[in-house]
């Protein structure tokens, strides 16, 4: 499974971002896809998790803040990142899981500063 992000950039606290992620190769058994952000000198921290159901979860910095989503039928994740503070800024990463094993896509970075 291969997964490109893309979206990232700079925005002004307060402002939106969206981010898309697009799983390619052997995408027939994806279950769960999700968004990861790492902080320098910080372990990769979950931001947003949807199954292929369509339950998500949230991590609780975010919550009420950022959507995820996903389409199935294009295999494809986004993140819908509203009200952002300069804490939120870091490289977030897509992830998905399939029959058990996790993939990662390189990371685009977000960056909120005025």
Known sequence: VQ???SGGGLV???GSLRL???ASGS???INAMAWYRQFP???RELVAIISSGGSTNYGDPVKGRFTISRDN???TVDLQMGSLRPEDTGVYYCN???F???FWGKGTQVTVSS
Request: charged share 10%.
């Open 27 to 29: 995408v027939f058994g």
């Open 3 to 5: 997964l490109q992000a």
């Open 41 to 43: 000198g910080k372990q």
């Open 73 to 75: 039928g294009k295999n």
């Open 100 to 102: 058990g094993l996790g």
């Open 96 to 98: 998905a899981v399939r």
């Open 12 to 14: 002004q606290p307060g």
């Open 20 to 22: 898309s992620c697009v």
